[in-house]
């Protein structure tokens, strides 16, 4: 059996679970968009009100469950949130949509994103079923942190770590700022104003996701040069961090609101995005 062979028993097996594989991915992209709305909603209170809430993904599950029909919406969060695990993991064995789809890079991106979302779901069921809680992100990245650097040359693999990230936050912002997102969409199907809020939500939405990841990057390197786990910032701290800048709480209103304009663009994806 030869490499070409390979590729179209590839396509015909995708083909074959087009419809589940689709309707996974939509779920997925709607998952996501209600996380990052909350969490963004979240972090604007902290700007404003100096809430004690954590503005990240364990914050958001909580806030979720204190509300009518909690339980219900955590399942079904958790539930999509696996359709984007399948789907993801459907490109790494099947390839991605588009002409460079079947790209050896493009595969090992996809199966990175769907072990991700992987945990990120059980993350989202545990709590759901009751068997886990939802967690501080801060908490969490400064036990990983101490127990890497702990390992035979954990102070570079914590350093390497971190600066993957804030290069891909980087890259996340400016593949925003570029509209990138255009080839992975169908334009052609949206009407104009819908077009233009997809613009607005998908480049403004992109930067501030890319500068949040590319600052707690920042300070995972900060925290593998001075050997010191407690300098690593989860998603609550980070945002938390960008209120201490000059501008003050301003700033981390402006992320904030980037955030739940993600948190749009994401729904946009689960109507519009080629799959």
């Not at 990052?36 to 909580?62: E, M, N, P, R, T």
């Not at 790209?103 to 991106?109: D, P």
């Not at 969409?185 to 949040?212: F, I």
């Not at 925290?223 to 998603?235: F, I, L, Q, R, S």
Request: glycine residues 14%; hydrophobic residues 50%; aromatic residues 10%.
């Amino acid at each position: 059996m030869n490499a070409s062979s390979l590729t179209r028993g590839s396509r015909v097996g995708k083909n074959k679970a087009a419809p589940a594989i689709e309707g996974a991915a939509r779920a997925g992209f709607t998952a996501r968009g209600v996380i990052y709305v909350l969490v963004g909603l979240l972090a604007l209170q902290i700007a404003f009100g100096g809430s004690g809430k954590q503005a990240d993904q364990g914050g958001a599950l909580q806030e979720v469950a204190g509300k009518p029909f909690g339980a219900f919406v955590l399942w079904a969060l958790g539930i999509g949130l696996v359709g984007m695990t399948l789907w993801r993991l459907s490109e790494a064995l099947f390839g991605a949509a588009g002409p460079d789809g079947d790209k050896a890079t493009k595969r090992l991106a996809s199966a990175g994103r769907a072990v991700f979302y992987g945990f990120v779901a059980y993350s989202v069921l545990s709590f759901a079923a009751g068997s886990g809680d939802s967690g501080s992100s801060d908490g969490q990245s400064r036990d990983v942190t101490a127990k890497v650097m702990d390992l035979p040359a954990g102070q570079w693999l914590v350093g390497i770590a971190g600066v993957v990230i804030l290069c891909a936050g980087l890259w996340m912002a400016v593949q925003a700022i570029r509209r990138k997102y255009h080839k992975k969409m169908r334009l052609g199907e949206m009407p104009r104003r819908v077009r233009q809020t997809v613009d607005v939500t998908g480049v403004g939405g992109g930067v501030a996701r890319g500068l949040v990841f590319a600052v707690a990057g920042g300070f995972a390197v900060r925290a593998a040069m001075d050997y010191e786990p407690d300098k690593v910032k989860g998603m609550d701290d980070t945002l938390r961090s960008f209120a201490d800048t000059p501008m003050g709480p301003w700033l981390l209103a402006l992320i904030a609101v980037g955030l739940m304009l993600f948190g749009v663009f994401s729904f946009a994806m689960a109507r519009y995005r080629r799959v």
